[in-house]
Nanobody, 126 residues
Framework: QVQLVESGGGLVQAGGSLRLSCTAS????????MAWFLQRPGEEREFVACLFRSYGRTYYSDSAKGRFTISRDNAKNTVYLQMNSLKPEDTGVYFC???????????????????WGQGTQVTVSS
């Protein structure tokens, strides 16, 4: 089992940037599919971005495309989400997820990830 801890959230004005981090412990995540999801109050978790396995391929929601970048540092067992040009609708709790067996067609479905962090709050003011 892997433990995931997110950090880097906070309050930022619209147009600003934040970098979220997700650090894993318990085992290496170098070959896992790693993803970020956003949960707004009263809503289900929404796919934001994904690094598929160790292939280096990245996938983004339409909202995140062009503004957010997901990356990983294998030496630090950490995944990042660089968020630029933030908008008020980006507000919510961001969760990091990991899975070692998920298939490509399921990467945007939160139900298929086995490991989750506790989340980090991002608030974008207008």
């Amino acid at each position: 089992q892997v433990q995931l801890v997110e950090s880097g959230g906070g309050l930022v004005q619209a147009g600003g940037s934040l970098r979220l981090s997700c650090t894993a412990s318990g085992r290496t995540i170098n070959r896992d599919t790693m993803a970020w999801f956003l949960q707004r109050p009263g809503e289900e978790r929404e796919f934001v971005a994904c690094l598929f396995r160790s292939y280096g391929r990245t996938y983004y929601s339409d909202s995140a495309k062009g503004r957010f970048t997901i990356s990983r540092d294998n030496a630090k067992n950490t995944v990042y989400l660089q968020m630029n040009s933030l908008k008020p609708e980006d507000t919510g709790v961001y969760f990091c997820a990991a899975d070692s067996t998920i298939i490509l067609s399921s990467i945007s479905d939160a139900r298929h990830y086995d490991n989750w962090g506790q989340g980090t709050q991002v608030t974008v003011s207008s």
